[in-house]
Nanobody, 115 residues
Framework: QVQLVESGGGLVQPGGSLRLSCAASGSIFSIAAMGWHRQAPGKQRDLVATMANGGFARYTDSVSGRFTISRDNAKNTVYLQMNSLKPEDTAIYYC?????????WGQGTQVTVSS
């Protein structure tokens, strides 16, 4: 089992920045990739960014150039640096870890972009 704990959400004005963190514990040796998804009210949960163990990162088009995913393997933590935030980035952000056989999810952290 893998446990994921997110932090760093909050309220920010348009154009502002936030950094989300997700600390993994448990069977971390089984993790092949970690990333972030988000779910806005009334919408499905969608991929934001993901990073495989080898460091390859992938972003959804709407955040490319504004968001950066990174991992600190020594701390078993994945980060999402979000810059130039827009109201449409408002959502609950979920950390995700994928092993060869299972996907794990954090509890989610709210990000609200509003003036």
């Amino acid at each position: 089992q893998v446990q994921l704990v997110e932090s760093g959400g909050g309220l920010v004005q348009p154009g502002g920045s936030l950094r989300l963190s997700c600390a993994a514990s448990g069977s971390i040796f089984s993790i092949a990739a970690m990333g972030w998804h988000r779910q806005a009210p009334g919408k499905q949960r969608d991929l934001v960014a993901t990073m495989a163990n080898g460091g390859f990162a992938r972003y959804t088009d709407s955040v490319s150039g504004r968001f950066t995913i990174s991992r600190d393997n020594a701390k078993n933590t994945v980060y999402l640096q979000m810059n130039s935030l827009k109201p449409e980035d408002t959502a609950i952000y979920y950390c995700n870890a994928v092993s060869t056989s299972k996907a794990y999810w954090g509890q989610g952290t709210q990000v609200t972009v509003s003036s």
